[in-house]
């Protein structure tokens, strides 16, 4: 998921009454529901060697015991060097509350992931394999209102968050009104929540942020349950429907749609291309359905060399289901396009380009400069 979900997610969490467990409890968990995504910053190296490192290290089993040990450690420094230097009265931190914030809020950011198509390779270091959910979108609004609508209810106290909330509320809902990827009925329900929410924060008492937190984390889990089951029936949905109309396929997943809970694009894998099945999961698929289909390509030694390029390593670990395209250019040599089924989705010119790599006449990639 993208930062803003999993900043709500870590607030969230505070609000259930967890920031009562310890100074620096909210700071704890919201810096940790973020932390995974250090990886983030091989983006200023390359693409490369971000789609080599993003979800891996910082993402494995490895990192889910280090990296709150190391958070905690400097939550401790911080509350020793500033916080109880300026409030010397001060409740003292301990450590063990603030690894156990660490862990759940490192957690959380981890699930959150491994629910998109884009997955996480949960058992680095020890192995490189990918695990997906294909329950959300890697942007999905209802998250936000689930859990942002009680981080605000909890927050707006002041005059200061007020105005903060407000703009960050306007935000997101021209988001939703000028997205072409969002229906007009998704509109329509997003307006209805943002009202809700504002109606439940001028009519219920403050003091019940906690439980009101409580039930948006709630919500939240009994939401990410139906997407994940919506997901698995979507795939066996057209796995019968291939059966019916004698296609051969080797797997289906469903890729989550955007704003659109009870919709998916489950992408079937055939020996040559893919094919795009639309899907609503609470009516099963079209059955004169014309599914979109797209070549993958043929993974001939051009390809090969392709992929054995230095500049696309990162890209060939990141790959799901790949499409190749090769054109001979004017002076011999090949250019090779390579692409991922998963960005098709969300993209409505069709595939995602990841990585173009040059190939010489003799078969071997082209350095790039």
């Given at each position: 998921?993208?930062?803003?979900?999993?900043?709500?997610?870590?607030?969230?969490?505070?609000?259930?009454?967890?920031?009562?467990?310890?100074?620096?409890?909210?700071?704890?968990?919201?810096?940790?529901?973020?932390?995974?995504?250090?990886?983030?910053?091989?983006?200023?190296?390359?693409?490369?060697?971000?789609?080599?490192?993003?979800?891996?290290?910082?993402?494995?089993?490895?990192?889910?015991?280090v990296?709150?040990?190391?958070?905690?450690?400097?939550?401790?420094?911080i509350d020793?060097?500033?916080?109880?230097?300026?409030?010397?009265?001060?409740?003292?931190?301990?450590?063990?509350?603030?690894?156990?914030?660490?862990?759940?809020?490192?957690?959380s950011?981890?699930?959150?992931?491994?629910?998109?198509?884009?997955?996480?390779?949960?058992?680095?270091?020890?192995?490189?394999?990918?695990?997906?959910?294909?329950?959300?979108?890697?942007?999905?609004?209802?998250?936000?209102?689930?859990?942002?609508?009680?981080?605000?209810?909890?927050?707006?106290?002041?005059?200061?968050?007020?105005?903060?909330?407000?703009?960050?509320?306007?935000?997101?809902?021209?988001?939703?009104?000028?997205?072409?990827l969002?229906?007009?009925?998704?509109?329509?329900?997003?307006?209805?929540?943002?009202?809700?929410?504002i109606?439940?924060?001028?009519?219920?008492?403050?003091?019940?942020?906690?439980?009101?937190?409580?039930?948006?984390?709630?919500?939240?889990?009994?939401?990410?349950?139906?997407?994940?089951?919506?997901?698995?029936?979507?795939?066996?949905?057209?796995?019968?429907?291939?059966?019916?109309?004698?296609?051969?396929?080797?797997?289906?997943?469903?890729?989550?749609?955007?704003?659109?809970?009870t919709?998916?694009?489950?992408?079937?894998?055939?020996?040559?291309?893919?094919?795009?099945?639309?899907?609503?999961?609470?009516?099963?698929?079209?059955?004169?359905?014309?599914?979109?289909?797209?070549?993958r390509g043929?993974?001939?030694?051009?390809?090969?060399?392709?992929?054995?390029?230095?500049?696309?390593?990162?890209?060939?670990?990141?790959?799901?289901?790949?499409?190749?395209?090769?054109?001979?250019?004017?002076?011999?040599?090949?250019?090779?396009?390579?692409?991922?089924?998963?960005?098709?989705?969300?993209?409505?010119?069709?595939?995602?380009?990841?990585?173009?790599?040059?190939?010489?006449r003799?078969?071997?990639?082209?350095?790039?400069?």
């Amino acid at each position: 998921m993208e930062p803003f979900a999993h900043t709500l997610a870590g607030a969230c969490l505070s609000e259930a009454g967890l920031n009562r467990r310890s100074p620096l409890a909210a700071s704890t968990l919201i810096v940790a529901a973020n932390l995974p995504d250090l990886d983030g910053a091989c983006y200023v190296h390359s693409a490369d060697l971000a789609f080599a490192w993003r979800r891996g290290w910082t993402h494995g089993v490895l990192a889910m015991c280090v990296l709150p040990l190391l958070l905690a450690g400097a939550m401790l420094v911080i509350d020793r060097m500033i916080r109880r230097r300026r409030r010397p009265e001060s409740e003292r931190t301990r450590f063990l509350p603030l690894l156990a914030l660490s862990v759940l809020g490192v957690l959380s950011h981890v699930f959150l992931d491994w629910l998109n198509n884009y997955g996480v390779r949960l058992l680095t270091p020890f192995s490189d394999r990918w695990f997906y959910g294909d329950a959300l979108f890697i942007v999905d609004p209802w998250l936000w209102l689930l859990l942002g609508g009680a981080v605000m209810f909890a927050w707006t106290v002041r005059t200061r968050a007020i105005v903060a909330w407000i703009l960050l509320a306007t935000g997101t809902t021209a988001l939703m009104m000028v997205s072409p990827l969002v229906s007009n009925a998704a509109r329509v329900v997003w307006l209805g929540g943002a009202a809700g929410w504002i109606v439940a924060r001028l009519l219920v008492p403050a003091a019940r942020r906690q439980g009101v937190a409580v039930a948006a984390i709630i919500g939240a889990c009994l939401y990410v349950g139906v997407m994940i089951a919506g997901s698995r029936l979507a795939e066996r949905q057209v796995r019968t429907l291939a059966q019916t109309r004698g296609w051969r396929i080797e797997r289906v997943a469903a890729m989550p749609v955007p704003a659109a809970p009870t919709r998916r694009l489950v992408i079937a894998v055939a020996a040559d291309r893919y094919l795009f099945v639309p899907v609503d999961w609470t009516r099963g698929p079209n059955a004169n359905v014309q599914p979109a289909t797209e070549p993958r390509g043929p993974l001939d030694p051009i390809v090969v060399a392709a992929l054995g390029s230095p500049s696309a390593q990162g890209v060939r670990r990141w790959l799901r289901f790949p499409s190749y395209e090769v054109h001979q250019m004017r002076d011999g040599h090949y250019r090779v396009t390579i692409r991922d089924a998963r960005f098709a989705v969300g993209n409505l010119p069709g595939f995602g380009v990841v990585a173009i790599v040059d190939v010489d006449r003799s078969v071997h990639p082209v350095p790039t400069r």
